[in-house]
């Protein structure tokens, strides 16, 4: 009986990876995808994972802009300790 041995090689971004092998572009499918979603509309301030990071069900995974948010905090803050819509109504 004749034994056969087969060698597997990965190949990524065109690196070969042992000497002498010619660069192959491939692409490796997920296992799963997931798709995200977000409460609210805004734009994508920080990415918190990399490509092929293993992640957790609850993990942060990216953080949006909230300086708007912020801003709009501190506009009703400050109305709230204002008066005038008292004073106007009082005249």
Do not use: H, W
Not at 9 to 23: C, R, W
Not at 26 to 52: F, H
């Amino acid at each position: 009986m004749k034994r056969s041995t087969i060698i597997f090689v990965l190949i990524l971004s065109g690196i070969p990876l042992f000497a002498g092998a010619e660069p192959l572009d491939c692409v490796i499918n997920p296992n799963s995808t997931v798709e995200l979603g977000s409460y609210q509309n805004g734009v994508l301030a920080e990415v918190l994972v990399k490509r092929g990071d293993r992640v957790a069900r609850g993990q942060p995974l990216a953080r949006l802009d909230n300086e708007i948010e912020k801003m709009n905090a501190e506009l009703a803050r400050i109305r709230a300790e204002s008066d005038i819509a008292v004073r106007s109504g009082q005249v």
